[in-house]
């Protein structure tokens, strides 16, 4: 179930009046606007907010022919701008060291966090205020992004508070339920994203809020819509932690699966198989056995010894004016298209690549087609007595301890010596096989179940 989908159908339903039923008992949302403006003109008088520029020509009740759908006769098509005061706010000099350090909460948009703000980690003194162009909201204030990737980010002051220049403030009139301004920009974050279009720094300005269209609905129908689209969302979050949760269980069952079959109980033995020293020992012919370590309640028929008797990592051959796919990390992962190199580090189709650099190493990959080694692997290399699949599978057991467990600050590289000593348990060549059919078997329903989610 795709509860991202869901969540944004339930926004559109409410703000086309199709999610609760209409009373004809409720005062029409025309009268609304009809106090907003009485309310506008109280404000001005008090000199609390300022007259807005209009042309002479522009009508207190503009008529909307372009709206994309049709909505309730008691409702009304109106402008974020009429409903409520918009003002965006500023940076103080960082020079200026009196102007930080204060106990006037500064927001910036990375503290949006599309609900209720409890919480604004810098703050700034009633002199930077002054000097600058930062504003204070009132409690119940909502906050949209204008800037960059968080464009359309929202939020709601549980307490007085300034922004940046990047976030945009409502400080919303009485005939509008706070909630409902809430979940309509909400409904229209792509549109938002959209109208800020591309480049280095996409952004929206205030301007194309305030002359957003937005459905008003009568105030009484404001709150059983705000109510519903919060039991709807509650539900939702029921079936996100419930989704969650299983993903959690699924990846837990992974690891004990592996882990049993590391264990020699995942398939049963068989006392034909040839046993695994014999294997082992034509992988080194004077290979000795030893007790098994840390696995020593394993089957007789089985050894465990250092990852590095079993394969070692190593660079393709150089080549040069041969123009061919680099094998990159984003490329391998299907991020990004493939692209081309004419020199490298050759490396055939079907082999692999491990990741030494960054902050997933020991991430393996298969190559699809002959290529350039990427800079951030290695090649590995499987000895051929061994099922290459059950010493992937080895490796992907340990994957957690190999990211723990990088060297290096600046880039964090794989623990090539810890690799090394990773401890392998090696069953008889065919219990190997038989052994990843069986987790193959095991992983394909489990990634149903999955993808079902």
Not at 17 to 30: F, Y
Not at 264 to 275: M, Y
Not at 303 to 325: F, H, W
């Amino acid at each position: 179930m795709d509860t991202k989908k869901l969540r944004q159908k339930i926004l559109d339903l409410a703000i086309r009046g199709k999610l609760v039923p209409q009373d004809p008992n409720d005062e029409p949302a025309s009268v609304l606007l009809e106090r907003i403006k009485a309310e506008k003109e109280r404000l001005i008088k008090e000199g609390k907010i300022k007259k807005s520029k209009k042309s002479a020509k522009t009508s207190d009740t503009p008529h909307y022919e372009n709206v994309s759908f049709e909505i309730p006769d008691n409702w009304v098509w109106t402008t974020l701008g009429t409903i409520g005061t918009w003002q965006s706010g500023g940076t103080p000099s960082r020079a200026n060291k009196f102007y930080y350090g204060g106990n006037i909460p500064w927001l910036k948009t990375g503290d949006l966090n599309d609900g209720l703000i409890t919480d604004i980690p810098e703050f700034i003194t009633e002199e930077a205020i002054t000097n600058s162009s930062a504003k204070l909201n009132p409690t119940g204030s909502v906050l949209i992004a204008m800037y960059g990737a968080t464009i359309g980010k929202l939020g709601i002051l549980t307490f007085p508070a300034t922004t940046n220049q990047a976030c945009c403030a409502c400080i919303e009139y009485e005939a509008i339920n706070q909630m409902y301004l809430f979940y309509f920009l909400l409904s229209q974050r792509t549109a938002f994203i959209e109208k800020g279009g591309g480049g280095a720094q996409p952004n929206i300005s205030k301007e194309i809020i305030v002359n957003t269209y937005i459905p008003l609905p009568p105030l009484s129908e404001q709150h059983r819509i705000v109510a519903e689209i919060n039991r709807w969302f509650a539900l939702i979050d029921q079936i996100e932690q419930g989704k969650s949760d299983l993903q959690t269980i699924i990846k837990q069952t992974k690891s004990k699966i592996l882990d049993l079959a590391i264990h020699g109980k995942l398939v049963p033995q068989d006392s034909n198989d040839e046993p695994a020293i014999e294997l082992l020992k034509r992988i080194n012919p004077d290979f000795t056995p030893c007790d098994n370590g840390h696995y020593a309640q394993l089957p007789d028929s089985w050894s465990a010894v250092p990852m590095q008797m079993l394969c070692y990592l190593t660079d393709g051959e150089k080549q040069n004016g041969i123009e061919r796919i680099n094998h990159d990390v984003k490329y391998l992962r299907g991020e990004r298209d493939a692209k081309t190199l004419t020199s490298g580090k050759y490396v055939a189709a079907n082999s692999l690549l491990i990741l030494v650099d960054g902050e997933n190493s020991g991430e393996v990959f298969r190559t699809p087609i002959d290529g350039y080694q990427g800079s951030t692997f290695k090649q590995l290399l499987i000895n051929e007595n061994m099922n290459e699949e059950y010493v992937l599978q080895v490796i992907n057991l340990h994957r957690k301890v190999l990211r723990e467990s990088k060297v290096g600050s600046a880039i964090p590289h794989l623990n090539k010596k810890l690799f090394k000593a990773i401890e392998v348990p090696i069953p008889p060549y065919n219990e190997q096989q038989r052994i990843v059919e069986a987790i193959n078997k095991a992983f394909m329903s489990l990634n149903l179940i999955m993808e079902s989610l």
